[in-house]
Protein backbone atom coordinates (compact mmCIF):
# COMPACT_ATOMS: atom_id res chain seq x y z
CA UNK A 1 0.00 0.00 0.00
CA UNK A 2 1.37 3.80 -0.82
CA UNK A 3 2.07 5.82 2.58
CA UNK A 4 -0.67 8.19 3.86
CA UNK A 5 2.32 10.16 4.75
CA UNK A 6 6.04 10.10 3.07
CA UNK A 7 9.16 12.86 3.82
CA UNK A 8 11.74 13.06 1.29
CA UNK A 9 14.98 14.36 1.85
CA UNK A 10 13.10 17.38 4.34
CA UNK A 11 15.55 20.24 5.14
CA UNK A 12 14.60 23.12 7.46
CA UNK A 13 16.77 26.17 7.80
CA UNK A 14 16.40 29.45 9.98
CA UNK A 15 18.10 32.88 8.82
CA UNK A 16 19.42 34.43 11.93
CA UNK A 17 18.95 37.97 12.65
CA UNK A 18 22.53 39.77 11.73
CA UNK A 19 23.14 37.37 9.57
CA UNK A 20 23.56 33.28 10.01
CA UNK A 21 21.15 29.93 9.85
CA UNK A 22 20.32 27.34 12.15
CA UNK A 23 19.68 24.06 10.29
CA UNK A 24 16.97 22.53 12.07
CA UNK A 25 16.73 19.30 10.01
CA UNK A 26 18.99 17.80 7.93
CA UNK A 27 17.95 15.60 5.17
CA UNK A 28 14.76 13.97 6.83
CA UNK A 29 13.42 10.95 5.27
CA UNK A 30 10.84 7.91 6.25
CA UNK A 31 7.52 7.36 5.43
CA UNK A 32 3.82 6.18 7.58
CA UNK A 33 1.47 3.64 5.90
CA UNK A 34 -2.40 3.76 6.52
CA UNK A 35 -3.24 2.99 9.96
CA UNK A 36 0.28 2.71 11.49
CA UNK A 37 1.46 4.57 14.72
CA UNK A 38 4.41 5.98 14.34
CA UNK A 39 6.44 7.48 17.53
CA UNK A 40 8.93 10.76 16.74
CA UNK A 41 11.29 10.85 19.90
CA UNK A 42 13.80 13.37 20.52
CA UNK A 43 14.64 16.03 22.91
CA UNK A 44 13.83 19.36 22.44
CA UNK A 45 16.05 20.81 19.40
CA UNK A 46 16.08 17.55 17.68
CA UNK A 47 13.94 18.89 14.96
CA UNK A 48 10.62 16.75 15.62
CA UNK A 49 8.29 19.68 16.10
CA UNK A 50 9.64 21.65 13.02
CA UNK A 51 9.52 18.43 11.05
CA UNK A 52 5.56 18.84 11.21
CA UNK A 53 5.20 22.25 11.51
CA UNK A 54 7.17 22.71 7.97
CA UNK A 55 4.68 19.82 6.57
CA UNK A 56 1.51 22.13 8.32
CA UNK A 57 2.72 25.38 6.43
CA UNK A 58 3.11 26.39 10.22
CA UNK A 59 6.89 27.29 9.86
CA UNK A 60 8.11 30.86 11.68
CA UNK A 61 8.51 33.45 9.43
CA UNK A 62 12.45 33.27 8.78
CA UNK A 63 12.05 29.39 8.16
CA UNK A 64 12.65 27.66 4.94
CA UNK A 65 11.73 24.43 4.33
CA UNK A 66 12.65 22.24 1.37
CA UNK A 67 12.76 18.81 0.25
CA UNK A 68 9.01 16.95 -0.46
CA UNK A 69 6.48 16.07 1.60
CA UNK A 70 3.36 13.87 0.52
CA UNK A 71 0.36 13.27 2.09
CA UNK A 72 -1.83 10.35 0.01
CA UNK A 73 0.41 11.29 -2.98
CA UNK A 74 -0.16 15.05 -3.17
CA UNK A 75 3.09 17.25 -2.45
CA UNK A 76 1.92 19.56 0.28
CA UNK A 77 5.22 21.28 1.24
CA UNK A 78 5.10 24.69 -0.14
CA UNK A 79 1.20 24.65 -0.42
CA UNK A 80 -0.51 27.54 -0.72
CA UNK A 81 -2.65 28.14 2.53
CA UNK A 82 -6.26 28.04 1.35
CA UNK A 83 -5.51 24.68 0.22
CA UNK A 84 -3.18 23.27 2.64
CA UNK A 85 -6.32 24.39 5.17
CA UNK A 86 -8.80 22.23 3.07
CA UNK A 87 -6.75 19.09 3.64
CA UNK A 88 -6.12 20.13 7.34
CA UNK A 89 -8.67 19.72 9.82
CA UNK A 90 -10.32 17.28 7.05
CA UNK A 91 -8.27 14.78 5.78
CA UNK A 92 -5.14 15.65 8.11
CA UNK A 93 -5.07 16.91 11.55
CA UNK A 94 -3.26 17.83 14.60
CA UNK A 95 -3.08 17.97 18.13
CA UNK A 96 -0.53 19.73 20.05
CA UNK A 97 0.87 19.95 23.96
CA UNK A 98 -1.44 23.12 25.00
CA UNK A 99 -4.59 23.10 23.40
CA UNK A 100 -5.39 26.88 24.54
CA UNK A 101 -3.18 27.42 21.81
CA UNK A 102 -4.96 26.00 19.00
CA UNK A 103 -8.72 26.54 20.92
CA UNK A 104 -10.10 30.28 20.56
CA UNK A 105 -10.54 31.34 24.25
CA UNK A 106 -13.77 33.68 23.43
CA UNK A 107 -15.54 30.95 21.29
CA UNK A 108 -17.70 28.36 23.44
CA UNK A 109 -16.74 24.48 22.45
CA UNK A 110 -19.85 24.34 20.38
CA UNK A 111 -19.07 27.62 17.95
CA UNK A 112 -15.81 25.88 17.54
CA UNK A 113 -16.35 22.65 16.59
CA UNK A 114 -19.45 22.86 14.92
CA UNK A 115 -17.36 25.63 12.38
CA UNK A 116 -15.48 22.49 11.88
CA UNK A 117 -18.20 20.31 10.29
CA UNK A 118 -19.78 23.81 8.73
CA UNK A 119 -16.66 24.83 7.13
CA UNK A 120 -15.24 20.79 5.87
CA UNK A 121 -18.33 19.24 5.51
CA UNK A 122 -21.25 21.75 4.66
CA UNK A 123 -23.55 20.61 7.19
CA UNK A 124 -26.22 22.83 9.07
CA UNK A 125 -25.58 23.90 12.83
CA UNK A 126 -28.08 21.81 14.24
CA UNK A 127 -26.33 18.39 12.64
CA UNK A 128 -23.22 19.97 13.21
CA UNK A 129 -23.89 20.55 16.68
CA UNK A 130 -25.41 16.49 16.89
CA UNK A 131 -21.91 15.49 15.21
CA UNK A 132 -20.38 17.22 18.01
CA UNK A 133 -21.74 16.19 20.97
CA UNK A 134 -21.07 12.91 19.66
CA UNK A 135 -17.18 13.44 19.22
CA UNK A 136 -17.22 14.64 22.79
CA UNK A 137 -19.14 11.44 23.97
CA UNK A 138 -16.50 9.97 22.07
CA UNK A 139 -13.52 10.81 23.56
CA UNK A 140 -15.13 11.00 26.90
CA UNK A 141 -16.15 14.06 28.15
CA UNK A 142 -19.38 14.03 30.65
CA UNK A 143 -22.64 15.73 30.01
CA UNK A 144 -21.44 16.54 26.63
CA UNK A 145 -25.01 18.72 25.79
CA UNK A 146 -24.34 20.65 28.77
CA UNK A 147 -20.24 21.04 28.22
CA UNK A 148 -20.77 21.85 25.03
CA UNK A 149 -22.03 25.45 25.72
CA UNK A 150 -18.70 26.07 28.03
CA UNK A 151 -15.59 27.89 27.08
CA UNK A 152 -12.13 26.26 26.87
CA UNK A 153 -10.92 28.01 30.21
CA UNK A 154 -13.77 26.55 32.01
CA UNK A 155 -12.50 22.58 31.44
CA UNK A 156 -9.68 21.20 33.04
CA UNK A 157 -6.43 20.52 31.25
CA UNK A 158 -7.53 16.69 30.63
CA UNK A 159 -10.55 17.91 29.59
CA UNK A 160 -9.65 20.14 27.04
CA UNK A 161 -7.24 17.76 25.38
CA UNK A 162 -9.61 15.82 24.75
CA UNK A 163 -11.84 18.32 23.46
CA UNK A 164 -8.60 19.37 21.26
CA UNK A 165 -8.94 15.91 20.31
CA UNK A 166 -12.73 15.72 19.62
CA UNK A 167 -12.12 18.85 17.19
CA UNK A 168 -8.95 16.75 15.25
CA UNK A 169 -11.59 14.02 15.03
CA UNK A 170 -14.62 15.47 13.92
CA UNK A 171 -13.87 14.94 9.99
CA UNK A 172 -12.19 11.09 10.43
CA UNK A 173 -9.10 12.09 9.14
CA UNK A 174 -6.81 9.86 7.55
CA UNK A 175 -3.82 10.47 9.60
CA UNK A 176 -3.35 12.56 13.19
CA UNK A 177 -0.72 14.48 14.49
CA UNK A 178 -0.09 14.72 17.89
CA UNK A 179 2.40 16.84 19.62
CA UNK A 180 3.57 15.86 22.98
CA UNK A 181 -0.21 15.42 23.49
CA UNK A 182 -0.52 14.64 27.10
CA UNK A 183 3.11 16.03 29.04
CA UNK A 184 1.56 19.78 30.26
CA UNK A 185 -0.86 16.50 32.18
CA UNK A 186 -0.30 14.87 35.22
CA UNK A 187 0.58 10.70 34.90
CA UNK A 188 -2.92 9.57 35.95
CA UNK A 189 -4.55 11.98 33.03
CA UNK A 190 -1.49 11.57 30.68
CA UNK A 191 -2.39 7.67 30.60
CA UNK A 192 -6.20 8.28 30.24
CA UNK A 193 -5.45 10.01 27.12
CA UNK A 194 -2.93 8.06 25.56
CA UNK A 195 -4.86 4.83 26.10
CA UNK A 196 -8.22 7.13 24.42
CA UNK A 197 -5.80 7.78 21.94
CA UNK A 198 -4.92 4.23 21.03
CA UNK A 199 -8.66 3.37 21.23
CA UNK A 200 -9.45 5.97 18.83
CA UNK A 201 -7.05 5.06 16.68
CA UNK A 202 -7.99 1.41 17.17
CA UNK A 203 -11.76 2.11 15.91
CA UNK A 204 -11.16 4.67 13.09
CA UNK A 205 -7.89 2.88 11.34
CA UNK A 206 -6.12 6.13 10.63
CA UNK A 207 -2.33 6.56 10.79
CA UNK A 208 -0.90 8.49 13.83
CA UNK A 209 2.17 10.28 14.42
CA UNK A 210 3.09 10.59 18.13
CA UNK A 211 5.89 13.63 18.72
CA UNK A 212 6.95 13.01 22.06
CA UNK A 213 10.55 13.78 23.98
CA UNK A 214 9.64 10.17 26.28
CA UNK A 215 10.30 6.94 24.40
CA UNK A 216 7.72 6.08 27.45
CA UNK A 217 4.78 6.71 26.39
CA UNK A 218 5.36 5.19 22.64
CA UNK A 219 6.09 1.79 24.55
CA UNK A 220 2.31 0.84 24.36
CA UNK A 221 0.79 2.85 21.46
CA UNK A 222 3.08 2.99 18.44
CA UNK A 223 4.10 0.33 16.18
CA UNK A 224 7.47 1.82 14.81
CA UNK A 225 9.99 4.56 16.40
CA UNK A 226 11.80 7.06 14.89
CA UNK A 227 14.73 8.45 17.19
CA UNK A 228 15.51 12.09 16.27
CA UNK A 229 19.05 13.96 17.37
CA UNK A 230 20.20 17.47 16.10
CA UNK A 231 17.97 17.84 12.80
CA UNK A 232 18.16 13.99 12.44
CA UNK A 233 17.10 10.68 12.31
CA UNK A 234 19.52 8.74 14.60
CA UNK A 235 17.48 5.49 14.96
CA UNK A 236 14.81 4.06 13.21
CA UNK A 237 12.76 0.30 13.57
CA UNK A 238 9.95 -1.39 15.14
CA UNK A 239 9.09 -0.63 18.81
CA UNK A 240 9.11 -4.21 20.37
CA UNK A 241 12.90 -4.25 18.05
CA UNK A 242 14.04 -1.04 19.22
CA UNK A 243 13.47 -1.57 22.72
CA UNK A 244 14.81 -4.93 23.39
CA UNK A 245 17.95 -4.00 21.55
CA UNK A 246 18.26 -0.21 20.82
CA UNK A 247 21.49 0.17 18.08
CA UNK A 248 22.84 3.92 19.01
CA UNK A 249 24.12 4.86 21.85
CA UNK A 250 21.24 8.09 22.25
CA UNK A 251 18.30 5.23 21.98
CA UNK A 252 19.95 3.24 24.41
CA UNK A 253 20.53 6.23 27.03
CA UNK A 254 17.27 7.51 26.64
CA UNK A 255 16.00 3.80 27.20
CA UNK A 256 17.90 3.76 30.24
CA UNK A 257 15.95 6.87 31.60
CA UNK A 258 12.76 5.77 31.47
CA UNK A 259 11.52 5.92 34.98
CA UNK A 260 9.70 2.43 36.14
CA UNK A 261 6.30 2.15 36.66
CA UNK A 262 7.25 1.16 40.17
CA UNK A 263 10.51 2.61 41.23
CA UNK A 264 10.80 0.88 44.37
CA UNK A 265 10.60 -2.46 42.65
CA UNK A 266 14.07 -2.26 41.12
CA UNK A 267 15.76 -6.01 40.75
CA UNK A 268 18.74 -6.67 40.54
CA UNK A 269 19.18 -7.48 36.99
CA UNK A 270 17.37 -4.32 35.13
CA UNK A 271 19.65 -1.88 34.45
CA UNK A 272 19.44 1.25 37.17
CA UNK A 273 18.18 4.71 35.86
CA UNK A 274 20.64 6.53 34.11
CA UNK A 275 20.48 9.88 32.51
CA UNK A 276 22.64 11.00 29.59
CA UNK A 277 24.94 13.46 30.32
CA UNK A 278 25.28 17.07 28.78
CA UNK A 279 22.62 19.43 27.03
CA UNK A 280 20.03 18.47 24.27
CA UNK A 281 21.98 19.76 20.89
CA UNK A 282 22.60 23.37 20.57
CA UNK A 283 22.62 23.32 17.01
CA UNK A 284 24.19 26.87 16.59
CA UNK A 285 27.48 24.83 17.81
CA UNK A 286 27.34 21.16 17.10
CA UNK A 287 30.33 19.41 17.51
CA UNK A 288 31.89 18.19 14.25
CA UNK A 289 31.20 14.30 12.81
CA UNK A 290 28.39 12.63 15.07
CA UNK A 291 26.58 15.42 16.75
CA UNK A 292 26.21 13.39 19.60
CA UNK A 293 29.77 12.36 20.03
CA UNK A 294 29.91 15.29 23.14
CA UNK A 295 27.48 13.10 24.93
CA UNK A 296 28.51 9.75 23.78
CA UNK A 297 30.21 7.45 26.03
CA UNK A 298 31.39 5.03 23.10
CA UNK A 299 32.51 8.34 20.91
CA UNK A 300 35.67 7.29 18.74
CA UNK A 301 38.05 9.16 16.74
CA UNK A 302 35.84 8.19 13.68
CA UNK A 303 33.24 9.64 15.21
CA UNK A 304 34.81 13.38 15.19
CA UNK A 305 35.43 13.16 11.63
CA UNK A 306 32.42 11.91 10.08
CA UNK A 307 28.73 12.19 10.43
CA UNK A 308 27.50 9.11 10.19
CA UNK A 309 24.80 8.61 7.61
CA UNK A 310 21.43 6.79 8.55
CA UNK A 311 21.99 3.24 7.34
CA UNK A 312 19.74 0.64 7.20
CA UNK A 313 20.39 -2.32 9.64
CA UNK A 314 18.01 -5.25 8.22
CA UNK A 315 14.61 -5.82 9.29
CA UNK A 316 13.18 -2.43 9.00
CA UNK A 317 15.85 -0.74 11.11
CA UNK A 318 17.94 1.64 10.55
CA UNK A 319 21.43 3.48 12.71
CA UNK A 320 22.98 6.53 12.12
CA UNK A 321 26.34 5.65 14.45
CA UNK A 322 29.89 4.69 13.48
CA UNK A 323 29.36 1.51 16.05
CA UNK A 324 29.94 -2.09 14.56
CA UNK A 325 27.99 -3.81 17.87
CA UNK A 326 24.79 -1.94 19.42
CA UNK A 327 25.55 -0.89 23.12
CA UNK A 328 24.22 -2.75 25.72
CA UNK A 329 21.94 -0.56 27.47
CA UNK A 330 22.79 0.62 31.14
CA UNK A 331 26.50 -0.81 31.11
CA UNK A 332 29.68 1.23 31.69
CA UNK A 333 32.20 2.28 28.50
CA UNK A 334 33.91 -0.69 28.37
FE1 LIG B 1 28.66 7.64 19.61
FE2 LIG B 1 30.31 7.67 17.54
FE3 LIG B 1 28.01 6.37 17.37
FE4 LIG B 1 28.05 9.02 17.40
S1 LIG B 1 28.89 7.70 15.82
S2 LIG B 1 26.70 7.72 18.53
S3 LIG B 1 29.74 9.40 18.81
S4 LIG B 1 29.72 5.92 18.73
Redesign the pocket.
Known sequence: TDPVFEVEDLRVAFALEGGGRIDALDGVSFSIAPGETVGIVGESGSGKTQLFMAAMGLLARNGRATGHVRFAGTEILGLPPAELNRLRGARFAMVFQDPMTSLNPFLTVERQLTEVLVTHRGFDRARARDAAIQMLERVQIPEPERRIGMYPFEFSGGMRQRVMIAMALLCGPEFLIADEPTTALDVTIQAQILSLLAELKRDTGMALALITHDLGVVAGLCDRVLVMYAGRIVEEGRVQDLFREPL???TAGLLASIPRADPMSVEDDEPPLIAIPGQPPDLQHLPSG?A??TR?R???E??AREV?PLRGAGQGRAKA???DQPPAVGTPRP
Open positions: HPYCFRCFAFRCPCHL
